[in-house]
């Protein structure tokens, strides 16, 4: 039996999509590179932007005629049939629907089931990195967001489930990111929390890099005091994305985002100074239903004085059987687009000052893929990218930091350091990564 899979959305997505795969793998069944050749395909979507789903529902339809075509079957997987499912049933009526369950899916396919857990065995999109999730759901009730309704209560997993699945890892693979909706509320069901996690990992020996998801600001408050002094350890890297949303109180009230744009402001000072150089990324919704011009001008201010090193843009989009989908004083799509195009460059602006104190710098990075527009990428400390042009990928590398912008770093490599081992790891894992491209992986 064949299986065709293709996924979109988050770094969790991403997780769940590869463990499909290598569940998938370990079963028996042959993973194909094009639909065509398939008995199952299976596509994992995402229901957080609008704009993702049309592209996913497009996808959907052309992968539902292949299905009905050649007598395979369409698996729907994933958060869109948890939110929206009669949309999914206009464009692939044949189509089975399921959430982000893997053994509903394994029943689907006849094989043995199990939960998406860390334990079991991915196929990576990219070699280099293990994405691992540590949770999943969150305790929010966000007015504009789907993730409750698609995914629930926080669910964590077991610390040791985790740390087993990076030393089994290691040392082949040596970057690691730890993701979920909220990777601050991590362990509020189970009694544990992310800074004891993450000195559990640290305990690890080896020569590897942690990277940790998003934290919405409440959370990061609770656990703030026990998670920054974990920043010392050189394998943390100096990240945070801590989602902004509004500059505007009322706004994040009707978000119910369950902080203030001064608590924002604390938190972002906090870090700045107690993790110098850190790497603060944020998210920001434009148009948010009944956002005025004065409280646009509100984001823009706290843009301008808070300087995210990296902002994530979006327009509001309406998420069926959301509190925000019901609510009035909505602006027109040009009216959204005007403000995401007036917040654009502040935020570029002040992405690229926060980027040229790191001219002239030497940074040790590990190379983990090519670059979009040409050479190879890795990480320095604070997760910035740094586009060099030597092919070090799996290896741990020295570089000057020659060029800056808005967006990424250039460097001249100055001691490529490679070992045997990464490089046959690095061998096998070109094969596998161009595979799992073929797929339509939404990287």
Known sequence: MKIYVEGYGCSMNLAETESVLGHAAKNGFE???KPEDAD???INTCAVKE???FRMLSRIKRLGEIADANGSQLVVFGCLPKVNR?????????AIQMGPDLEALSAVLGISGEQFSPSIEPLRSNPFVSIIPICSGCTNYCTFCGTKLARGNIRSYPIHQIRRRIESELPGIREFWLTGQDTGAYGLDSKSSLPELLASLLEIEGDFRIRIGMMNPHHLGRIYHR???LFSDTRLYRFIHMPLQAGSDRILKLMRRGYTVSRYREMEEMLRRDVPGITIATDIIVGFPG???KEFLETLSVVKETAPDITNISRFGVRPGTLAAGMPGRLSGSGKKSRSRRLFPVCRFVSLQRNKPMLGVRERIYVSEKGVRGGFMGRSSNYKPVIINEDCRGSFVEVEVTAVTATYLEGRAIQPQF????????AHGDKAFSALKVRGMDL
């Open 40 to 42: 199952f395909l299976v």
């Open 31 to 33: 993973i194909s590179a």
């Open 227 to 229: 998670l920054v002094p």
């Open 86 to 94: 009669k949309l999914v049933e206009s464009v692939a009526r044949n």
């Open 291 to 293: 956002e005025t011009e």
């Open 419 to 426: 070992s045997g081992q990464v490089l046959i790891n690095r």
């Open 51 to 53: 704009q993702t789903e």
